[in-house]
């Protein structure tokens, strides 16, 4: 597998990022960077070539990447985020995509976050959130169902994005939390549910048969682990205190 990672570095104002089920509670800049430095460094020594968007130390968010496009195989659909102080980051990851693929725009009154975007293959499972509207839905699903893909929608509670609650482990593995989706949406696939006690370990980071972990998740990873996927912790709480996870601080493009 060839993969492009691209990733945005840790904003100074980090701690203004959206909070939509968190309390505010102090982020350590230091260790934010640290953190996300371990992590492109993991990804690097699985074998992804490493790309810096341009930083933008005004947007809050702008770390968690992800959020701002879905790319395909075929083509990458540049979202329209659900927050409003998030619009401003998909200009610069449009720019970066447009060398690799045909690009497509989620346009008002669609709007749409990456996060909630599950692509499993020729599937893809789009959640509704207060981030990804009905519109939004349907703007993607006129994009991509003309290459072969079909498009799922349902619903999301309790949580931030529909990858908050499930992502894949390999092609065939769902790692999910139960309160936060409905496990029977994903009756074709083998469902390992997060220890009760890590609700946020749900959002793995797949890359080339590792699974990345949050290492503040580690029932979770026995739970992997007895399934017989390696699992890579990855320390990511103070990331975690803006509400993002493993998924959204990078933007994958595989080959
Ligand atoms: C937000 O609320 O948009 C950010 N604070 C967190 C985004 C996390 N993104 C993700 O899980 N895909």
């Given at each position: 597998m060839t993969c492009i990672a691209f990733t945005r570095s840790v904003p100074?104002?980090?701690?203004q990022a959206e909070l939509t089920h968190l309390e505010r509670t102090p982020i350590d800049p230091v260790r934010a960077r640290q953190q996300h430095d371990q992590y492109r460094s993991v990804i690097d020594s699985l074998g992804c070539s490493l790309r810096e968007l341009p930083?933008?130390?005004?947007?809050?968010?702008?770390?968690?990447?992800?959020?701002?496009a879905v790319v395909l195989d075929e083509i990458a659909i540049i979202t329209r985020p659900g927050?409003?102080?998030?619009?401003?980051?998909?200009a610069s990851v449009a720019e970066a995509l447009g060398p690799l693929r045909s690009l497509a725009f989620i346009e008002a009154p669609g709007i749409m976050d990456g996060g909630d975007v599950l692509c499993l293959g020729q599937r893809i499972y789009i959640g509704r959130t207060p981030r990804t509207n009905v519109e939004g839905i349907e703007q993607f699903r006129a994009i991509v169902e003309p290459l072969g893909y079909a498009v799922y929608s349902l619903p999301v509670t309790g949580?931030?994005?529909l990858k908050s609650a499930v992502t894949p482990l390999d092609a065939s593995t769902l790692l999910l939390n139960p309160a936060w989706i409905d496990r029977n949406a994903f009756a074709d696939y083998r469902c390992i549910e997060v220890?009760?006690?890590?609700?946020?370990?749900?959002n793995a980071l797949w890359i080339d048969d590792q699974v990345l972990l949050p290492a503040a998740a580690p029932r979770t990873r026995e739970r992997v682990e007895q399934a017989g996927l390696p699992v890579i912790p990855v320390e990511a709480d103070e990331l975690a205190?803006?509400?993002?996870?493993?998924?959204?601080c990078s933007l994958l493009v595989r080959d």
């Open positions: 100074q104002s980090l701690a930083a933008t130390p005004e947007l809050a968010d702008s770390v968690f990447v992800e959020d701002t927050a409003e102080s998030r619009r401003p980051e998909t949580c931030l994005h220890d009760p006690q890590e609700p946020f370990a749900a205190k803006a509400e993002g996870g493993l998924t959204c």
